[in-house]
């Protein structure tokens, strides 16, 4: 594995994630690792260590951290906040640093996928003539795609959708 | 010892002064404390001199004596130093009833240490913080942003006044732009007032902290620079830093004045460069040995309201000290059978206290004694005895009881009293200054006539009031358990432990333990 090169990385980055909303917490923690047990998708995928992001991220590891797709792991079930005696409130610090890598474009290639969707449907899951003629035989009204209200908050973009990004399929 | 005065007997002197005890006071240093603490000293009617260091600073003033120059030799006790004072025209010898020390440990460089050479891009800590104040500016650096790197408490541990001094730095360059801070540490020391505070202040302002456990940062030069290259304690990875500066803490040694301070006291290895051990039983600015004091710096502390504390605290200490009489009877104090002594000086090596001088023979200063009987244990003449033990702790009641708890008056007996009676039915309780007064041949007496277990419960570690005499009981302890075992007895039926006055659980779990064992057996 390369050196990493602390001349190289970015001092300001810990400073932008706190500047976030709910990214305050950031420079409090003491590295304890009680987040990181008490987190349940470290043990299924090694790469999301909550304590090891902050660390991360306190270095200013912007790129490795941004660029990466274990930041999208998270299933925001708040244990790492509950947890944490330092009050860092990690949940809130994700979506932090998740919001950070949107503005920088780095998102996986399957949310990108479900912003589209709801661009053009206004919904995740697109509803067509099938759907409404099952709808239809069970009494129920038919559904009209109102995708305008989204396309005015979802303002069209060049989404390099794949930027840093290989194999992430993303579901939540 | 009737009509003898042992009050004033040297350890170098050639004659045994047996004069009135002195009032006056020595001072070392201390800045503007030192002189502070000399002008309340002669508002409660105590002669002070302040010694200040030859190359020192100090500001004038009429009112106390200063002279300049160093300790060249001291010895005595309370109410009677003797002291060679070095200045730069002659060599004085001045008679002191007592000694203040107010100076701070010397620092040395540890650059060396870290195998690399020194470069103008490198400080040692005190050095740093002395050129920015003298208005030193940092490298400017067009592109980016600049680094520095500070060593702190890698290659030999540094204290509580150093972090103080990194801490200070930080808040100096607070105000630089485009500057990051990296500390290299092994343990960083919070532990005085608002320190804590701070140091988490400038984490929040993103100082970045590296803790290693082991595997300290490499460090390379080259005609470009220097290079720290390490394993990221969290992350594991491999990391490199090409800093701007680099400042490194230093070594803390005692100054020459505070060594032969330091030497009237056999224990102070333990607690040195300070004149006090780190330890809850040192009230104030006591320190182990009678008549010597230990204000702010000299006893590690630095901040500005524990000063101003110990400038009132070591007066009241001085008028307290200046009050007792010795009692001349010899009980209570170790005294020498000088028929058995062989004068090996032994006694005069480990008494904790610096309470044994030597004229011609060892001698025992009753008002420095604490009576801890580290001394009678170690006599190999058994040659010194504390006359007063003994006699009150042995009590025919009791004395038949199967088992045997010895306990250190300074915390065990405090324990007991938080017994309830039933679990110490079979119990005797004996009582000494110290745990160090326990020898292993005392030990295995109480097998021999018959007891059924033995503990002894001694202080925490760096929690005994004569330093070592806690671990010198352990120590033997297990030197009689291995008798025990020669002598085909079960060990396990002696038991040291340690305690306080408030883990009374320590000493049940041992009679409960050594109940245990006689029974089964």
Known sequence: MPKINLNELDPEFKHRVAEQPGGEGLKACFACKACTAACPIQPIDKRYDPRKIIRMALLGMKKQVLESDFIWLCSSCYGCQEVCPQNVRFTEVMYAIKNLAAQEACIPPGLTAQRSLLKKHGRLYEVGEFENEKRLKMGLPPIIEHAEDFDVILPDQTVESDRGHSSTSHNS | ?521
């Open chain 2, 1 to 521: 010892m009737s009509g003898q005065v042992t009050q004033s007997v040297f350890l170098k002197g050639v004659h045994r002064i047996q004069e009135e005890a002195s009032s006056k006071v020595l001072i070392l240093g201390g800045d503007e404390y030192g002189i502070r603490i000399a002008e309340v000293l002669k508002n409660n009617a105590f002669d002070s001199t302040v010694l200040i260091e030859p190359n020192e600073k100090y500001p004038a003033n009429p009112k106390v004596e200063i002279v300049q120059g160093s300790i060249r030799d001291i010895s005595g006790f309370m109410g009677n130093f003797s002291v060679q004072i070095e200045t730069l025209s002659n060599v004085a010898h001045s008679r002191f009833g007592y000694i203040v020390a107010a100076q701070p440990p010397h620092r040395e460089s540890k650059i060396n240490a870290f195998a690399i050479h020194d470069s103008k891009s490198i400080y040692n800590l005190s050095e740093f913080k002395h050129y920015l104040n003298s208005g030193g500016r940092l490298p400017e650096r067009k592109d980016g942003w600049r680094h520095i790197a500070f060593f702190f408490d890698l290659k030999g541990s540094s204290d509580v006044s150093q972090f103080e001094t990194l801490v200070s730095i930080l808040d100096r360059l607070e105000t630089e732009d485009r500057l990051q801070s990296y500390v290299f540490t092994r343990n960083l020391k919070v532990a005085s007032l608002g320190l804590d505070a701070r140091f988490r202040y400038h984490r929040q302002r993103g100082v970045v902290f590296f803790k290693f456990d082991n595997d300290d940062p490499v460090i390379n030069q080259d005609e470009n620079g220097s290079v720290i290259t390490f394993i990221e304690p969290l992350l594991g990875e491999e990391m490199e830093l090409t800093p701007d500066i680099m400042v490194f803490d230093e070594i803390l040694g005692p100054s020459e004045s505070l060594r032969s301070i330091l030497n009237l006291i056999p224990s102070s290895p333990a607690f040195s460069p300070y004149l006090q051990p780190e330890s809850s039983r040192f009230q104030g600015v006591e320190t182990p040995k009678a008549g010597i004091y230990a204000v702010g710096p000299s006893r590690g502390v630095f901040d500005v309201e524990s000063l101003n504390a110990d400038v009132q605290a070591v007066t009241v200490y001085i008028l307290k000290a200046s009050m007792e009489k010795p009692d001349l009877s010899g009980k209570g104090v170790a005294s020498v059978d000088h028929g058995k002594c062989t004068f090996c000086l032994t006694c005069l090596r480990l008494c904790p206290h610096g309470a044994i001088g030597f004229i011609s023979r060892p001698e025992i200063d009753p008002l420095s004694c604490r009576a801890c009987g580290v001394c009678v244990v170690e006599c190999p003449m058994g040659a010194i005895e504390i006359r007063s033990l003994g006699e009150s702790t042995l009590s025919t009641e009791t004395s038949s009881r199967p088992i045997k708890l010895i306990v250190c008056a300074k915390s065990g007996l405090q324990a007991v009293a938080k017994i309830s009676a039933g679990i110490l039915a079979d119990v005797e309780i004996i009582a000494l200054q110290c745990a160090g007064n326990v020898s292993a041949i005392s030990l295995l007496e109480y097998f021999r006539d018959g007891a059924g277990g033995v503990i002894v419960a001694g202080c925490f570690k760096g929690n005994c009031a004569s330093i070592y005499g806690s671990t010198l009981a352990e120590r033997r302890v297990g030197y009689a358990a291995e008798v025990l075992t020669q002598a085909g007895l079960d060990p396990e039926r002696l038991e040291f432990t340690s305690v306080a006055g408030n883990t009374p659980e320590r000493i049940v779990e041992a009679i409960m333990k050594i109940k245990h064992r006689v029974i089964s057996h």
